[in-house]
């Protein structure tokens, strides 16, 4: 991993972040994620929480990034394919029937300048590096799930975890010399964890109700 410098911006977004990101760890939905008794059930409202979430968030940054000519290429890092992939091919879950859909609407982060882009990438980029974590776990416990069955999101970049966060952190400081800049790009990291959080709280008051049978 990258060495955080004293006064870098990235030691700047994980410290702003950090109590978000200690509360969203904590969340009812995931919390267990990483002990053996997690129920499969709770994995499919994750991932179809965070399937309506990343579609709506991947389709805002690459119209951004774009827009802005931001030279960061998103593409090769979707990750809303890899949840549909999980829920469908895995689990027969079809992620647009009403029981699996978002009840709350979501909300578009802004991503106005290149900061606000820095920031918001910032908090679905590091996801990643706890989803390496997560993965281990889960194909090491009893949900049966492993990189091509049902675990493909939690995989995510696999080996390329390590290189595409250090391309990301490089972006970002060169995207974000001043402290103005940098401010803004904690804000808008912070919403990414908010939004997170709301759309996992719509999913959790669902966790005992159960979906109708398909047919
Ligand atoms: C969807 C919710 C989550 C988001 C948005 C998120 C976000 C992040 C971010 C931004 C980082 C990078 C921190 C840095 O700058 O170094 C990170 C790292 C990490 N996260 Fe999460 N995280 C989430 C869920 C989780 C969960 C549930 C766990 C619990 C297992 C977890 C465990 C970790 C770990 C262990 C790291 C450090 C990985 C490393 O340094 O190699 N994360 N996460």
Redesign the pocket.
């Known amino acids: ?1 990258m060495q955080t410098l004293p006064d870098s911006l ?1 030691q700047l ?2 410290a702003r ?1 950090q109590v978000a ?1 200690e509360h ?2 904590q969340h009812p939905l ?1 919390v267990g ?2 002990q053996p008794d997690y129920p499969l059930r709770s994995y499919w409202l994750v991932l179809s929480a ?1 399937y309506h979430f990343y579609r709506a968030f991947e389709a805002l940054i690459e119209s951004a990034s774009d827009r802005l000519k931001s030279g960061f290429d998103y593409a090769p890092r979707r990750k809303h394919g890899w949840l549909r992939q999980d829920l469908v091919d895995s689990f027969h879950i079809d992620p647009d029937d009403a029981f699996w859909r978002p009840r709350r609407k979501f909300l578009p982060i802004r991503i106005e300048d290149q900061a606000e882009l820095v920031g918001a990438l ?2 679905i980029e ?2 990643s ?2 989803g ?3 993965s281990r776990h889960i194909q090491a416990g009893r949900l049966g799930v492993s990189a091509e069955h049902g675990g493909r999101f939690f995989h995510g970049y696999g080996e390329q975890t390590t290189p595409r966060w250090n391309e990301y952190l490089q972006f970002a400081e060169a995207s974000c010399p001043d402290a103005a800049q940098r401010e803004k790009a904690s804000n808008a990291a912070l919403a ?2 908010a939004e ?1 959080e709301a759309a996992l709280d719509d999913y959790s008051a669902r966790a005992d109700k159960n979906p109708r049978p398909r047919t």
């Open positions: 991993m990235h977004l994980r972040t990101h969203l760890n995931l994620l990483t965070l910032y908090s590091g996801a590096l706890g390496q974590v997560i990414v964890f997170i």
